[in-house]
């Protein structure tokens, strides 16, 4: 499956954006899926997850409680509303699929990646 990732941009501190991961050659049904981002002379972090099997989600500390991961099988989609948002979670942002059902936060777990999004948030 081959995945993009859109809907970064720049935004202020305090605002929100809804990244989008849409999937082609493929379902995301049956895929869990995770969110991770880069930033600049960082490794590339965990977000979020979602398990395709059962819906349950995991999210970094840094984010829990601010960002939402989602998904609708019928628009083979996936997303990330991000709210509250500061300069520290400027980053480019990946979505990830693996046929697994899992929730790691592990790179190494994720077989498939989309190209990545760059989310700029200004102080």
């Known amino acids: 499956v081959q995945l993009q990732a859109s809907g970064g941009g720049l935004v202020q501190a305090g605002g929100s954006l809804r990244l989008s991961c849409t999937a082609s050659?493929?379902?995301?049904?049956?895929?869990?899926v995770a969110w991770f981002r880069q930033a600049p002379g960082k490794e590339r972090a965990f977000v979020a997850a979602?398990?395709?099997?059962?819906?349950?989600?995991d999210y970094a500390s840094s984010v829990k409680g601010r960002f939402t991961i989602s998904r609708d099988n019928a628009e083979n989609a996936a997303y990330l509303q991000m709210n509250d948002l500061t300069p520290e979670d400027t980053a480019v942002y990946y979505c990830?699929?693996?046929?697994?059902?899992?929730?790691?936060?592990?790179?190494?777990?994720?077989?498939?990646w989309g190209q990545g999004t760059q989310v700029t948030v200004s102080s």
């Open positions: 979602i398990r395709w099997s059962n819906s349950q989600t």
């Open positions: 050659g493929g379902t995301l049904s049956r895929s869990s």
């Open positions: 990830a699929a693996s046929i697994m059902s899992t929730l790691s936060p592990r790179t190494y777990a994720w077989k498939s």
